[in-house]
């Protein structure tokens, strides 16, 4: 399998690549100085790309280097979740407009999945209830509130980001440097391979420098998959009802828990010097990724992550907001309002913050009735597999507590970021203690969104919690 791999992760995941006799191709001129390897400009299989949070990474190309590279990936650690993409790079559907923006179109494709028209990458004036043929260019990873953004303007998928063929009359459509005086120019027309008409050659950043022979092999592949579109596109005729007409990539998500992180930092830390906690501090926010490399080429000591120096810098500090990002095993984000922090221990990474609550309705599992001036007071700590919080009425009257089961917690400067894993505990106003939703974590194991082996850590937090809050 040859892989391609950009972004945060990628000396960990090179690292697991290589360990499992894959080949990384295209590599980033650090990853050439890390590792006493070969890594030849050849076309991908697949490539592997950090998402634009820092959460996690998307695996598009070949279906069966995908699937093999996801369990890898997910192998990494427990909390290593993953998922398929319905609407995956290089796929054309025929979607029906169903509303428009400020800025473009949403796009029904049928079967439950959306898309994102700019209306700068339609061909021509887009409104409601339009049919339009499509392809994806940027799928959206599930726990990311967006839509894979779409163009009307066709492209066969890259191979490996050396080339590809887009619609156009020019023999040479795009250059690394986007001239037309670039040497790929002539090398093209060296290569002899017939292009279609009504087609142009791109090449991507990667050809430059890329042998003859890759280059042939990446255009050939090209012509051989627009062929192929054509086809598919013939076969679908007009454009009627939303439908998939062309799919020849798959795309999967991988988000990586704390655990993860800290196993991926493992992997790193065998190639070049890596500091505890940095795929955790880098997930964080840009700005401390930067510290990260600073801290690392100084060459900072520290013998586990230094969770005070972190949130001292980037934060969360007292005063500050902080959202309650709510993972959940299908992949989808709810965010559960926001709190102000009213205590930080960055010594031992605990942080308290409170919630007003609004009127209407009741707690989850508790059945007490949420009313104005409720106030939640949430209590989290770095790493721990679980939160608890405390309901109150505005005259201090317990409404009982309430206990998220999850991955391990991470405390970003901005929110707290976690998966939930369903099973809770809860504290009723009388002293009495419950576990509950276990069936809904029995459910997300039997549907592959939650690996047994998590699961059971998850029961077993709930028991140890029980019985701790029983006591």
């Given at each position: 399998m040859r892989v391609r791999i950009r972004g945060i992760y990628a000396t960990a995941l090179t690292a697991a690549c290589l360990d499992a006799g894959h080949t990384v191709v295209q590599a980033s001129e650090p990853i050439r100085e890390r590792f006493d390897a070969t890594f030849p400009d050849d076309p991908a299989d697949v490539t592997v790309e950090t998402t634009a949070d820092r959460q996690g990474v998307g695996l598009s190309g070949d279906p069966d280097a995908v699937a093999s590279l996801r369990e890898r990936c997910v192998d990494i650690g427990d909390d290593a979740l993953d998922w398929d993409e319905t609407v995956p790079a290089g796929a054309v559907f025929d979607g029906r407009v169903s509303g428009t923006t400020g800025g473009g179109a949403v796009l029904d494709l049928g079967e439950d999945r959306e898309a994102y028209l700019p209306f700068d990458a339609a061909d021509g004036y887009v409104e409601t209830g339009d049919t339009i043929r499509v392809q994806i260019r940027e799928p959206a990873p599930p726990w990311l509130d967006g839509r894979a953004t779409a163009t009307t303007a066709l492209r066969t998928p890259g191979v490996g980001a050396l080339a590809a063929l887009e619609e156009g009359d020019a023999l040479v459509a795009a250059t690394p440097d986007g001239t037309a005086e670039h040497e790929l120019v002539q090398t093209t027309e060296m290569l002899n391979v017939d292009v279609p008409d009504a087609w142009a050659v791109r090449w991507g950043r990667a050809a430059d420098g890329a042998s003859f022979a890759a280059l042939r092999e990446a255009l050939e592949a090209a012509v051989e998959r627009t062929d192929d579109m054509e086809r598919a596109i013939d076969e679908a005729g007009d454009v009627d009802a939303p439908q998939a007409v062309y799919r020849p990539l798959r795309t999967a998500w991988v988000w990586f828990g704390r655990d993860a992180r800290f196993a991926l930092d493992d992997r790193r830390r065998a190639a070049t010097a890596t500091m505890p906690g940095h795929h955790r501090t880098k997930a964080a926010t840009p700005a401390a990724s930067r510290a990260v490399d600073f801290a690392e080429a100084v060459g900072v000591d520290a013998e586990e992550f230094p969770f005070d120096a972190v949130s001292a810098a980037f934060?969360?500090?007292?005063?500050?907001?902080?959202?309650?990002?709510?993972?959940?095993?299908?992949?989808?984000?709810?965010?559960?309002?926001?709190?102000?922090?009213?205590?930080?221990?960055?010594?031992?990474?605990?942080?308290?913050?409170?919630?007003?609550?609004?009127?209407?309705?009741?707690?989850?599992?508790?059945?007490?009735?949420?009313?104005?001036?409720?106030?939640?007071?949430?209590?989290?700590?770095?790493?721990?597999?679980?939160?608890?919080?405390?309901?109150?009425?505005?005259?201090?009257?317990?409404?009982?507590?309430?206990?998220?089961?999850?991955?391990?917690?991470?405390?970003?400067?901005?929110?707290?970021?976690?998966?939930?894993?369903?099973?809770?505990?809860?504290?009723?106003?009388?002293?009495?203690?419950?576990?509950?939703?276990?069936?809904?974590?029995?459910?997300?194991?039997?549907?592959?969104?939650?690996?047994?082996?998590?699961?059971?850590?998850?029961?077993?937090?709930?028991?140890?919690l029980a019985d701790g809050l029983s006591e």
């Open positions: 934060g969360p500090r007292e005063g500050d907001t902080l959202a309650i990002e709510h993972g959940k095993p299908s992949g989808r984000l709810i965010t559960l309002g926001s709190g102000t922090v009213t205590n930080c221990e960055p010594s031992t990474g605990k942080v308290t913050l409170e919630r007003e609550m609004h009127p209407g309705g009741t707690y989850d599992a508790l059945g007490t009735e949420r009313e104005a001036g409720d106030i939640a007071t949430t209590r989290v700590q770095e790493g721990r597999e679980w939160y608890m919080t405390r309901y109150e009425g505005a005259d201090g009257t317990t409404k009982g507590t309430y206990v998220n089961v999850s991955t391990p917690v991470e405390l970003f400067p901005d929110a707290i970021r976690y998966v939930d894993l369903q099973v809770d505990v809860v504290k009723h106003p009388d002293g009495t203690v419950d576990v509950v939703d276990e069936d809904e974590l029995e459910a997300d194991v039997e549907a592959g969104d939650v690996p047994r082996a998590l699961a059971d850590r998850a029961l077993d937090v709930a028991d140890r």
